[in-house]
């Protein structure tokens, strides 16, 4: 039998090819494409010509993708793939390759499950990853399941959901899910120095040079803080590092920041600032499982539902959640007026308060807007006025940090020596118009949102050997910057981990350095929201 089989297949690979058939290859080689394909189609019948049309069909296939003529492609193809012959995968390769060009997306994925050979599935993955790295979000996740195998698959995802400029819940769970044991280790601490990544917005489309920043702008005087506090912690032995970007008010630049590879090993990120940075940086930081802190907004609620989003300072529903627990132990009565500014955090906090203190039992007597020109007569419609004697409010709260609205209402209450208890934001503290030791009646509290310990020794400390180096006292942002270096130490450190997370929940409150302290079990923003009041010209916070 055996010599009878090679005599067959020798008078077999004798027979001699068509001339039509090496003329189609000639043209497929010189990439005549329109010409070799109807020389090929006449030798696709497999009854007629046996093996040979297997080939044909396959080099068929090529000439009509080669003429963008992909569903002649597929046509010609699909007759072939699932036969028992030498070119099957790659026949299903290029098969896979004309559904992709003929927009048959799924049919290319499930033909590319069934490539055995190695080398070729090699290739599908390739294709794979150039064809559907800028397909919609929503296919690429409804259809991680079924072909998280093909790792070309596993790539486009990730160049997808990377490009995304906010990621939903569903897409961050689909990225761990197709990361797996590659992310894994993502975090793990490669040395013991603390690596912190510093964006800010230093210049813009209007300042476009870093000399020209004034350094009473407050990025100046946060930036000056962070510096000032790491050149600290490493006087003290502290192993840190920190890399500072400009993030240039420009997604598009900072997109390209984010692809720094010193950003993917960083163990925290610092900024930036405004609203569009925050949710890039923060969509990014939730996919890398880097922590990022926004250091001076108190709008981040939606960081509750994140992972690694923070904020330094108190959110609204903490601030709000402070205040109505405040004004319960001081029981000053249930009579309520509320005065706050058009800023996009005081109208939150307002509504927030107003459905907080309804549901407390309070009353609020009056919830109105006010601007630097209806102030006073905001507070003498309430009775703050000369010879009143009797008012129908005990208690109010102005929410704003304008100097402007803060001036009238501060003038006022001076003036006619009035009693009334009276909660303002901590920055009216910084105000130079206001003399609060001065009052008859020390009337006026101050809302928590990460208070400075002006009369505390660190504070005292801080403030002469920074004044010793560079001759001016800090600013409240600087001293904020440098309280926030200290926290991420203390939060971070090769003695305690690198895990921000596990760290925070592990203390109910940290006290501060040149704050009064902070409370992140649980949660992803300051909870620590307390009254303060001024007590022989020294600041202390409510019982």
Request: proline residues 2%.
């Given at each position: 039998?055996?010599?009878?089989?090679?005599?067959?297949?020798l008078a077999f690979a004798q027979i001699p090819t068509p001339d039509a058939y090496r003329k189609a290859q000639s043209e497929l080689a010189a990439k005549n494409y329109w010409e070799a394909i109807p020389l090929f189609k006449q030798f696709t019948d497999p009854k007629e010509y046996g093996n040979l049309a297997n080939y044909a069909?396959?080099?068929l296939g090529e000439a009509a993708l080669g003429a963008n003529q992909p569903a002649q492609?597929?046509?010609?193809?699909?007759?072939?793939?699932?036969?028992?012959?030498?070119?099957?995968?790659?026949?299903?390769y290029l098969l896979a390759?004309?559904?992709?060009?003929?927009?048959?997306?799924?049919?290319?994925l499930q033909i590319i499950k069934k490539i055995k050979d190695d080398k070729v599935m090699a290739m599908a993955a390739n294709a794979t990853y150039e064809n559907l790295k800028q397909v919609s979000v929503s296919f690429m996740i409804a259809n991680i399941s079924e072909f998280k195998e093909n790792k070309g698959y596993g790539e486009a995802l990730k160049r997808v959901l990377e490009s995304q400029t906010i990621l939903s819940a569903t897409e961050r769970a689909a990225y761990?899910?197709?990361?797996?044991?590659?992310?894994?280790?993502?975090?793990?601490?490669?040395?013991?120095?603390?690596?912190?990544?510093v964006i800010l917005p230093f210049t813009n489309s209007s300042r476009t040079n870093l000399s020209n920043i004034p350094q009473n702008d407050f990025v100046f005087e946060l930036y000056q803080g962070l510096e000032y506090g790491m050149e600290q912690l490493k006087l003290s032995g502290t192993k840190v590092n920190m890399l500072t970007f400009d993030s240039k008010r420009d997604i598009a630049h900072l997109q390209n920041i984010l692809a720094d590879p010193a950003i993917a090993s960083a163990d925290i990120i610092i900024g930036p600032i405004y609203p569009e940075e925050t949710d890039l940086v923060s969509s990014f930081a939730e996919t890398a499982r880097i922590p990022f802190v926004h250091p001076l907004s108190n709008l981040g609620d939606r960081f509750e539902e994140l992972n690694y989003s923070y904020l330094f300072r108190p959110s609204v529903s903490s601030i709000a959640a402070g205040i109505v627990e405040s004004l319960r132990k001081q029981n000053w009565g249930k009579r309520v007026a509320i005065g706050y500014s058009a800023s996009s955090r005081d109208e939150m906090l307002a509504k927030m308060l107003q459905d907080q203190l309804?549901?407390?039992?309070?009353?609020?007597?009056?919830?109105?807007?006010?601007t630097a020109r209806n102030t006073s007569s905001f507070l003498q419609g309430l009775g703050i006025r000369s010879g009143q004697r009797s008012m129908p409010v005990d208690q109010i709260i102005l929410l704003s940090d304008d100097p402007s609205i803060a001036q009238p209402a501060f003038s006022l209450m001076e003036s006619i020596t009035a009693s009334i208890p009276t909660l303002v934001m901590d920055s009216w503290l910084g105000f130079d118009f206001a003399n609060y030791e001065m009052m008859e009646f020390p009337n006026f509290y101050f809302i928590g949102n990460n208070t400075l310990n002006f009369y505390g020794e660190p504070m005292q400390q801080f403030r002469n050997k920074f004044y010793n180096t560079y001759l001016s006292y800090p600013s409240m942002n600087t001293a904020l910057g440098v309280e926030?270096?200290?926290?991420?130490?203390?939060?971070?450190?090769?003695?305690?981990?690198?895990?921000?997370?596990?760290?925070?929940?592990?203390?109910?409150?940290?006290?501060?350095?040149?704050?009064?302290?902070?409370?992140f079990q649980g949660t992803h923003n300051n909870q620590y929201v307390p009254l303060f009041k001024l007590e022989a010209g020294e600041l202390k916070p409510l019982d």
């Open positions: 039998m055996i010599p009878v089989f090679f005599t067959l297949s069909a396959f080099h492609a597929v046509a010609a193809l699909e007759p072939i793939v699932s036969g028992n012959w030498a070119k099957e995968d790659d026949a299903k390759i004309a559904y992709f060009k003929n927009q048959q997306n799924i049919e290319a761990y899910e197709l990361q797996g044991k590659g992310f894994e280790n993502k975090n793990v601490v490669k040395d013991q120095i603390l690596d912190i990544v309804g549901k407390a039992g309070f009353q609020l007597v009056k919830f109105e807007q006010i926030m270096v200290n926290w991420v130490a203390s939060s971070m450190s090769d003695s305690k981990g690198f895990d921000l997370r596990r760290n925070l929940d592990q203390n109910a409150f940290q006290a501060g350095k040149l704050t009064w302290g902070f409370n």
